[in-house]
């Protein structure tokens, strides 16, 4: 969606303050899921997309089909879920505080643990599968994206190798449907 031609570095190096940045000159992957359950759900997915990808340092690289869930360990309105492959230049720390403007500017509130959402955005994982992020408000992998089918789902359409169907099967019962394909983020 956004373009920017810069090297793609296989791994990201560890900071001294344990954040992980991309080496010099270089950019790397990062999958980020994306879920509302309040208000046009679709469309504030959709404009956080575009957000992202008028971001300098960022790039929308591919995105998943879009996914419908019932809310896990909460109540309130179906969820859309979706996840995201970013190509970014941001180390991980400074890309969740990006998501986390975005939630604010879509009207996102937090009044309680697993409240409903008018945009939801999470880094999964930040330059590989195995690249581990361990600071005070940031972890990487997200601690429960493993547990959750609205997040693999989609993560296993972007990266198949990833997620097995032996691992999916037992969140199934979770509830989540394909709802539409990629082109959902599409401008229209």
Request: no cysteine; aromatic share 6%; charged share 15%.
């Amino acid at each position: 969606m956004s373009n920017f031609a810069l090297p793609l570095a296989a791994h990201a190096q560890q900071q001294p303050d344990h954040d992980w940045a991309p080496a010099a000159g270089h950019s790397v992957r990062a999958w980020i899921g994306l879920g509302a359950n309040l208000g046009d759900r679709g469309e504030a997915m959709r404009q956080a997309l575009a957000q992202l990808a008028a971001m300098p340092g960022v790039a929308v690289e591919r995105v998943s089909s879009l996914y419908a869930s019932k809310p896990v360990d909460s109540a309130g309105p179906d969820y859309l879920n979706a996840v995201a492959q970013l190509v970014t230049r941001l180390p991980a720390h400074a890309l969740l505080l990006v998501l986390q403007q975005l939630e604010q500017t879509a009207g996102r509130e937090r009044p309680y643990r697993n409240a409903p959402r008018t945009l939801d955005l999470d880094l999964l994982l930040y330059a590989s599968r195995e690249t581990v992020v361990n600071l005070p408000d940031l972890q990487v992998p997200h601690p429960r994206m493993w547990q959750r089918a609205f997040v693999l789902s989609p993560l296993q359409e972007l990266q198949p190798a990833w997620v097995s169907d032996a691992q999916l099967q037992p969140l199934l019962a979770q509830g989540v449907a394909r709802a539409e394909g990629p082109v959902w983020a599409l401008p229209a």
